[in-house]
């Protein structure tokens, strides 16, 4: 009975002192707080898979080759370095150059494919390369910058592919642009109009200013071709070029910069003259058929050319109905002799002009 009452007493003295933990609690040095993670159970069927990422030291580098044969072998590929691009001058000339074509074999030719890629996003690609023994090869790429950050380099890279070999170079492009203060500072009096895209309705309107200095007036509404790549937002226009190579080696009038790569400008024509026009593209006009960019007929492009200054505002969406009426739109006789001219084209020679 006395030891009974022994241990009855010694529990209840540790019961006072508070020296017991409570059971299912961690302790702690902070302040009389303690923390206990939560667990969270995923069941096995929806957990990600883990998945093993690419580090940098894997990805190209100006001197990466990679070859499963030999039939790159001798062959040289050189890029152009000290390439700048500034608001005065934003259009870069890229020259990708074979200054040496050693074949292996018996073949003195070799279709190969090259890929150039802007910061990533493939620019240009010719699938049919021809590669001549003992000859040398140029391929000339034009480049519009409209990306406005101070001090921006670009990576620029060409993959020649041929058999199961790749050759891959790197340069850099300086973008030497205006800081975006430059841009904010400029007064919205320089600005007399606004560009709307409808994408899904193949249709660009552009608006001037009420009394209120809203851009609400509708002052010229044109057909256009967009394409999927042609992304909704907004914008601000770029730079300008009258002339300028196009994707897939063509030429394009009247060229100024919405985003990146995307452009408004003509029907592409097959070279640097007016009169080879793509007259089954310039039919396609009010459909989405191009590769991004926003196509539009000579004279609404030109009118946007010699009206609209770098930095107007730029909207491009979708909607189910369009706030003014459809312009029309009438197609070329591909048979007709003047087929390979734009018929709106104000050009004093071109010959649909009715003077001609």
């Not at 205006?178 to 608006?207: C, H, K, T, W």
């Amino acid at each position: 009975m006395k030891r009974f009452l022994c241990v009855a007493l010694a529990l209840l003295l540790l019961l006072l002192t508070g020296c017991m933990v409570a059971p299912d609690q961690t302790s702690s040095d902070t302040a009389g707080y303690s923390y206990r993670p939560p667990v969270q159970s995923v069941p096995a069927s929806t957990a990600a898979p883990v998945q093993s990422l690419p580090v940098e030291s894997e990805l190209p580098t100006e001197e990466t080759e990679t070859s499963e044969t030999d039939s790159l072998t001798g062959v040289e590929m050189l890029l152009p370095e000290g390439l700048v691009a500034t608001p005065g001058s934003p259009w870069v000339t890229v020259t990708v150059a074979f200054p040496k074509v050693t074949l292996t074999g018996p073949e003195s030719e070799r279709t190969c494919s090259l890929v150039l890629t802007l910061d990533g996003e493939t620019v240009a690609e010719w699938p049919t390369l021809l590669l001549s023994a003992g000859q040398e090869k140029e391929v000339e790429l034009e480049f519009s910058f409209d990306r406005w950050q101070e001090d921006y380099v670009a990576l620029f890279r060409a993959t020649l592919s041929c058999g199961g070999s790749s050759l891959v170079r790197e340069t850099e492009i300086s973008v030497d642009n205006y800081p975006e203060e430059v841009y904010l500072a400029m007064s919205e009096d320089s600005f007399p109009y606004s560009i709307d895209v409808v994408r899904n309705q193949n249709v660009v309107i552009v608006y001037g200013r009420d009394g209120e200095d809203d851009y609400t007036i509708p002052v010229r509404v044109c057909v256009c071709s967009t394409g999927t790549a042609t992304p909704v937002g907004n914008y601000s226009l770029g730079s300008k070029k009258e002339w300028a190579s196009l994707y897939g080696g063509v030429w394009g009038q009247y060229v100024c910069g919405i985003s990146g790569n995307i452009l408004f400008h003509s029907v592409p024509y097959y070279h640097m003259s007016k009169d080879s026009l793509e007259t089954e593209e310039y039919n396609k006009l009010g459909t989405a058929c191009s590769m991004g960019c926003v196509r539009l007929p000579v004279v609404d492009v030109k009118w946007i050319y010699d009206n609209c200054p770098s930095g107007t505002a730029i909207h491009i969406y979708d909607a189910d109905e369009l706030p003014v009426e459809r312009p029309a739109f009438n197609t070329i006789d591909p048979d007709d002799p003047r087929a390979g001219w734009d018929p709106t084209d104000p050009d004093e020679n071109n010959p649909w002009n009715e003077n001609n």
